[in-house]
């Protein structure tokens, strides 16, 4: 009962049960080639939830997502999403147009309105281009399909400052039955702690109960989208979606068999985890992709802490760049994490070679760490040496690229 | 009964009862030009209070001058400073070593041993070449003067990454008695909330208590040093100490003239502010120095916790680089320090132009924001109009040249 993980796939149009259809509608003024929206649909109602922003500046969408999961009992249609405008700090104007989005998108494909989910990535602070989203989700809708390069436009559509696609695809077998989990996202800017500027659309064809996907989509959150930093700016517009439209003829509840929920939930942790590594590879303008192990500490919160500050302190982000193996701004970062660690304790390893151990440099192993830094990924392990609590953040590097990319929108 | 300041002063030798001395002494492998090594020392046994890095890894010197301080009832004969190595990490031999400067200064000047403080700033995690330093101090104390250029020479001497010495003076007189307070500092890098890499050191001829001077320097320390930030990363070295001569012959207690104590306080607010302020004016590579005012919240913790946000945000801090108002990022991050804030009373000035009002943009007043941003130094005003708390943080830009110049040590 393996689970065969697919990479790059063609991402949500692998399952059944799901089309879906983008279009360019030029949001960006820059012309209709670059695709801009993106319409998923499920051929018939289905179980949805969702993973929002714990930012207190939410936007506009993700809003009127939060309030249309309650309303509808977690059972919609699909999802408009568009990218090139984030219509997050819009005001009254930006919640109507959120829900004119999900209207127009409903009525194209003769949908009851509420039951579409809407997302929006993209500059802050400006009105939403209607007339031409509006253009947008005709096109999308007269082009749903199941196609497989349907599947790689959508999950293009979604991008801003991303420089590739991101998606995944993971398949089990169940009882004679093909279960399938899939989904594409984008990343790039604002890439943070809980929740990052990111979209995530993830799809399968089991059927379950909205409280049975929520459980299973956080749990997957909190140890993938949750657990990669790249700028450690928290986005007003994170959002990740479950769909599941049943297509496989099997059901997933509290009371399934544990072998299938376990299955289930290792394909979606997989798909998610994928989905995360790769906005964290194609952050802007990085150059390398680090992760940052702390084990041994007395609480889960404190190896957390800890691997925050390293993951995001500028110091150490930009060694990182330079292929300086560092080791004391790592120390450093540690300790301002504040959690009481001991120095006299504490372990540094690159990789599987000892920089400090209780404490004590050991410079005679330079050589070695400085060939581990010039990776384009690599391993730091801090070990607290206090308790057997860990966790591990996915970073990445700090580069002038990034800083002159940021400069002006 | 006014106060007299004095910019770029030359610092500590204006302040009768102290005398300083400065030496290079190569500690950087670099040759013996540049200045490493300064001494400070009062003629007669001093009250002395310090404030540390709270960090949980902290420099060998900070350890020793904690002990030193408790050890000595707070009476103490003078600092001894070194540049070019933090004696941070280095275990064991770095709490030998910086107990050794302490010994090495006293025996110079023929006081008893425990009597100096140690502070150290430079690289992190290798060990201090301790013949260069004793040869540095032998130098130093044989240097001591009350002279303007040796005042000069000790501020230079603490400096890292900084491009210049950061001084500042200040006197009033009190029944016919001039007092004065004076010190001299250093930031550049690692330069972020709650203590920065920074040493500090303030002298006055007042005489008082050790605890007395530590009140006073705390209080004066929580609105400048700490209400500064760079690069948000914390470090191991950050020092404050304040020494008091008393050769004014006016005595400051918890007991004095109320209108004497208010008088002491604003001079030391006001040196302390002063090299705050050039801290962050010579933070590495910056362009920008913006003032970040949040008001309007229900507790000034909130106030702090969104000044911070905002001010150590990457993708704020480069946008302040590129000289583009991008009011939409200051908003993202004042929603995620998480604080409860509402976007619907959100307000958000540049200097005195409003950029949104009541969570409504503005757009109309961009270019008036966009010629405010071009200033070196300008404003930005956050209200939450939620109460009546606020906090003042002030902050600069990230640049490409940081980024570069952190690539490697």
Redesign the interface.
């Given at each position: 009962m393996a689970i065969e993980f697919f990479n790059d796939s063609p991402g949500i149009t692998d399952v059944p049960g799901f089309r879906v259809g983008a279009a360019g509608c030029d949001i960006r003024n820059k012309g209709l080639e670059r695709l801009d929206l993106t319409v998923i649909l499920a051929d018939k109602p289905c179980a949805a939830a969702g993973v929002f922003t714990?930012?207190?500046?939410?936007a506009a969408p993700v809003r009127f997502c939060q309030s249309a999961l309650i309303a509808s009992k977690g059972m919609v249609r699909g999802i408009v999403a568009n990218s090139g405008n984030?219509n997050?700090?819009?005001?009254v104007q930006g919640d109507q147009d959120a829900e004119a989005m999900a209207k127009l998108a409903a009525a194209a494909v003769g949908s009851p309105s509420d039951t579409f989910m809407v997302c929006s990535t993209g500059?802050?602070?400006?009105l939403l281009p209607m007339k031409k989203v509006a253009a947008g989700i005709t096109e999308a809708t007269k082009r749903l399909s199941r196609d497989s390069a349907e599947g790689t436009r959508a999950a293009e559509a979604i991008l801003t400052s991303d420089t590739r696609p991101k998606t995944a695809t993971a398949c089990f077998a169940w009882q004679g039955k093909k279960i399938t989990v899939a989904g594409f996202a984008k990343g790039a800017?604002?890439i943070e702690p809980?929740m990052a500027t990111m979209l995530a659309f993830v799809a399968t064809d089991v059927s379950a109960e909205p409280a049975f996907l929520k459980a299973a989509l956080k749990s997957a959150t909190d140890q993938s989208f949750n657990c990669v930093s790249v700028?450690?700016?928290?986005?007003?517009n994170d959002t990740v979606i479950l769909l599941a439209s049943g297509a496989s003829g099997v059901a997933l509840n509290a009371q399934a068999d544990g072998a299938l929920q376990k299955l289930f939930q290792e394909a979606l942790d997989r798909i998610c985890f994928a989905l995360a590594e790769k906005i964290v590879g194609d952050g802007e303008k990085i150059t390398k992709v680090v992760a940052v192990e702390v084990e041994g500490a007395r609480h889960r919160a404190d190896a957390e802490k800890i691997a925050r500050a390293i993951g995001?302190?500028?110091?150490v982000k930009?060694?990182w760049?330079?292929?300086?193996p560092?080791?004391?701004?790592l120390?450093?970062?540690?300790?301002?994490?504040?959690?009481?660690?001991d120095?006299?304790k504490?372990d540094i390893h690159y990789e599987d070679v000892p920089a400090?151990l209780a404490?004590?440099?050991l410079?005679e192993n330079k050589p070695r760490w400085k060939e581990i830094v010039k990776a384009r990924q690599f391993k730091v392990r801090i070990n607290l040496n206090l308790g057997s609590a860990k966790f591990r953040l996915l970073a990445s590097d700090?580069?002038?690229?990034?800083?002159?990319?940021?400069?002006?929108?």
């Open positions: 714990t930012n207190d500046v939410k984030a997050a700090c819009t005001s500059r802050i602070g400006e800017g604002m809980n700028d450690g700016d928290m986005s007003t995001n302190s500028l110091l930009s060694s760049f330079g292929e300086d560092n080791w004391g701004r120390a450093d970062a540690a300790g301002y994490a504040r959690t009481g660690l120095e006299a504490l400090v404490g004590k440099p410079p700090l580069t002038d690229g990034y800083v002159n990319y940021n400069k002006s929108e």
